[in-house]
């Protein structure tokens, strides 16, 4: 595959490279095999939807994506192969399998499965004018029915959304084919749906089939209530540990073996949009090495995180999914953090794989990509929006040259960790002349450099063990100013949390393709981002 922005500008230390010493394993670098004159930058996905059409996946090709590794749900079933005839088209694209797993009666969670052939769930949504009926019938095929070798493959949940238009409404909801059903344990029966009365909000159910169809008939007066939801989906319905278990390794059904990883040295689970207790999350990295590590950038989850759920802007700055990435760090845990858009196709957000030049053999190419997942050979972005004169946001939307070009642990004649030296290329010299670069380690900004290389001494104790539990680099390209003249100096940047540097902007849009957040109300989410941020991976002393 060919490099997207090629090999100028990165900086080699030759002699430094020809005269290694033969380094201790006093920390783990994630970089240590990064060939940072040869490496190709491959932008890349963890958690992303849509990607079902041409059109669909141009738009992600227009921002730059060339690993496309799509995550949808309802079923929760990879998108990949990609169609030969798109590959074709685009013959520096690659794919990977993935898909985001949900509804596990044990655990709040939704994770993905970057190379995983696991496919679960069934989807099926009405559209705007099947629900306009009234009274609305409807019968869902193709389901599987109930039994109790396999119980969570039976067991369907049905969502309905009622707006009433005048008061005192009320729906009578039938179902046939099915019984509702508890979410828990073996999912024990409750009783058959028959003449249900239901108000305007929302109601959702569960039922446990006893047909490979479910039949539904609502009946409601259009003068009363409207219908703006009705949709039977299904996700994993098994408790966490047994999904985990088949995204990573697979399992036998009907004679068969399903799910698992293609490859066994690449991809593994990502733990999206973490807005829970780090406890919690120590339990699901802890499970198994192959769970990488945690979201700290979602755009539909306020960006670096509300504690409060995925919509709440109640509060700020919000900052849960980027402190809890290093509360888990301080544990002595290795944990990659991932940066995505989830739905948000013009939001923010995406992971930069470092991947040796692979031009050519698109097979070799998806295994390097899963496997620089794996390893943590990649760095997260969060980059300005791209816009034209009438400042409406335009391709490549949030696509940057802006770029590690050197994270290197620097050694003693001994071979041990002296300092960390990084060096950062690509920021636009016109609209972002300006760099910062920050180490941050368990006790928070340890230093803060304004140049394009850095170096970090990594300090130890009279015991010679090496005092920072983990570090990390943050780099962050900017222009002068900010809100139409407002200087933006190096002591401004520096008194900024990276939630106040996301929100950095010139201007505001009225709305289309540059309301490119969910999370915040109409003001935040107006706001064209100025400031290209990149996050490396943590090195953590071992």
């Avoid at 970089?31 to 490496?39: I, R």
């Avoid at 479910?214 to 703006?228: E, F, G, N, P």
């Avoid at 990883?261 to 829970?276: R, V």
């Amino acid at each position: 595959m060919a490099s997207l922005y090629g090999a100028q500008g990165l900086l080699r230390n030759e002699a430094h490279a020809a005269a290694k010493p033969q380094r201790e394993a006093d920390l783990h670098d994630p970089y240590a095999d990064v060939d940072w004159a040869k490496c190709d930058f491959l932008h890349s996905m963890s958690h992303q939807h849509t990607g079902q059409t041409e059109a669909s996946r141009d738009e992600f090709y227009a921002m730059g994506y060339r690993h496309l590794a799509f995550s949808n749900y309802y079923p929760s079933a990879p998108t990949y192969p990609l169609p030969q005839a798109y590959l074709a088209k685009h013959p520096d694209v690659i794919g990977a399998p993935n898909a985001e797993q949900h509804s596990m009666p044990d655990a709040s969670l939704h994770f993905n499965s970057l190379g995983s052939r696991l496919a679960t769930g069934y989807g099926s949504t009405l559209s705007a004018a099947q629900r306009n009926a009234a009274p609305l019938a409807h019968q869902f095929d193709g389901l599987q029915v109930f039994n109790e070798t396999r119980p969570w493959a039976g067991v369907y949940r049905l969502d309905l959304v009622l707006a009433a238009v005048a008061e005192g409404g009320l729906a009578q909801l039938t179902v046939e084919g099915a019984i509702e059903c508890k979410f828990t344990g073996q999912f024990a029966p409750k009783a058959p749906v028959h003449d249900m009365p239901l108000k305007a909000g929302s109601h959702t159910f569960y039922f446990s089939t006893t047909e490979p169809h479910l039949h539904m008939q609502l009946i409601y007066d259009k003068a009363q209530l409207r219908v703006t939801q009705c949709r039977l989906m299904q996700g994993a319905n098994r408790p966490w540990r047994e999904v985990f278990r088949a995204a990573l390794d697979g399992e036998i059904i009907d004679g068969r073996r399903t799910g698992g990883l293609l490859h066994a040295d690449g991809g593994g689970i990502t733990l999206n949009h973490p807005t829970q207790d780090r406890q919690l999350y120590e339990m699901f990295l802890d499970f198994d090495p192959r769970v990488l590590g945690i979201e700290v950038w979602n755009q539909l989850t306020s960006g670096f995180g509300s504690s409060k759920g995925f919509y709440d802007d109640s509060a700020g700055p919000h900052l849960h999914f980027y402190k809890l990435w290093d509360d888990l760090l301080r544990t002595g845990r290795r944990c990659w953090g991932f940066f995505v858009k989830d739905h948000n196709t013009f939001g923010r957000g995406r992971n930069v794989l470092l991947v040796p030049n692979t031009a050519g053999h698109a097979a070799d190419a998806e295994v390097a990509a899963l496997r620089a997942y794996r390893t943590g050979a990649f760095f997260g972005a969060v980059s300005a929006m791209a816009v034209n004169e009438a400042g409406e946001v335009v391709p490549p939307y949030d696509c940057s040259t802006f770029r590690f070009t050197r994270i290197v642990v620097r050694r003693d004649a001994d071979g041990k960790a002296a300092a960390v030296e990084v060096a950062v290329t690509g920021n636009d010299s016109v609209r972002r002349p300006h760099v910062q670069i920050r180490f941050v380690t368990d006790q928070g900004v340890a230093l803060v450099v304004d140049a394009v290389q850095a170096e970090f001494p990594l300090q130890r104790d009279a015991d010679g063990q090496w005092l920072a539990a983990f570090v990390r680099v943050e780099a962050f390209a900017y222009p002068d100013t900010h809100l139409g003249g407002e200087p933006l100096t190096p002591a401004k940047i520096r008194g900024l949390n990276v939630h106040d540097i996301s929100l950095l902007h010139d201007r505001r849009s009225t709305g289309g393709k540059a309301h490119f957040s969910s999370s915040g109300g109409a003001e935040i989410r107006s706001r064209i981002p100025i400031v290209d941020m990149i996050f490396s991976q943590p090195l953590r002393r071992v």
